[in-house]
T-cell receptor, first 115, second 114 residues
Framework: AQKITQTQPGMFVQEKEAVTLDCTYD???????LFWYKQPSSGEMIFLIY??????QNATEGRYSLNFQKARKSANLVISASQLGDSAMYFC????????????FGTGTKLQVIP | DGGITQSPKYLFRKEGQNVTLSCEQN?????MYWYRQDPGQGLRLIYY???????QKGDIAEGYSVSREKKESFPLTVTSAQKNPTAFYLC?????????????FGDGTRLSIL
């Protein structure tokens, strides 16, 4: 079975500061992909960043980077230089390779950026 | 523009009534998914389909049914057996060709009981 855990229900960060959102996962499959999505209050899901289990380097996309620690089974999202528009729910998700490719989401972290 | 269209945006259900949520995609994606989101909660998988005429139960399939007669369409029926249907429903699709491809989501349907 695959499982995603996000232990921070809510986080606050000062504008222009960096923030780390935690995500741990559990799977015995050696091949998997990890995704982070942002969900503003309007409800749409916005894809942010992807990390594959065999990727040698941590993924980066603009102000987003992923701190991937495979041995610890963690894939934390780092947002640098926070902006007011970053206030939203953030979800970590995992997809296994092979067979029916079910995608499992964590419970999310609500990030609030303070001016 | 390619994308996923969910309709309606808001839906109200009476006691004992079945309602159907529409999801259409023109992205030529093979896989489609339905998720339920309760206030302040994560996404829970209801059903998913990898190919036409085939679908799998997710974690909370009881009280729901789906069909996948066309690649573009994956409607979700919330049956009267679902006693607590009030939630935000999100449909998603993705290509199976590459592992790193994310899901694309619709704008969601908010379902409430009258």
């Amino acid at each position: 079975a695959q499982k995603i855990t996000q232990t921070q229900p809510g986080m606050f960060v000062q504008e222009k500061e960096a923030v780390t959102l935690d995500c741990t996962y559990d799977t015995s499959d050696p091949s998997y992909g990890l995704f982070w999505y942002k969900q503003p209050s309007s409800g749409e899901m916005i894809f942010l960043i992807y990390q594959g289990s065999y990727d040698q380097q941590n993924a980066t996309e603009g102000r987003y980077s992923l701190n991937f620690q495979k041995a610890r089974k963690s894939a934390n999202l780092v947002i640098s230089a926070s902006q007011l528009g970053d206030s939203a729910m953030y979800f970590c998700a995992m997809r296994l390779s092979g067979g029916y490719q079910k995608v499992t989401f964590g419970t999310g972290t609500k990030l609030q950026v303070i001016p | 523009d390619g994308g996923i269209t969910q309709s309606p945006k808001y839906l109200f259900r009476k006691e004992g009534q079945n309602v159907t949520l529409s999801c259409e995609q023109n992205l030529n994606h093979d896989a489609m998914y339905w998720y339920r989101q309760d206030p302040g909660q994560g996404l829970r998988l209801i059903y998913y389909s990898q190919i036409v005429n085939d679908f799998q139960k997710g974690d909370i399939a009881e009280g729901y049914s789906v069909s996948r007669e066309k690649k573009e369409s994956f409607p979700l029926t919330v049956t009267s057996a679902q006693k607590n249907p009030t939630a935000f429903y999100l449909c998603a699709s993705r290509t199976e060709k590459l592992m790193n491809q994310p899901q694309h989501f619709g704008d969601g349907t908010r379902l409430s009981i009258l």
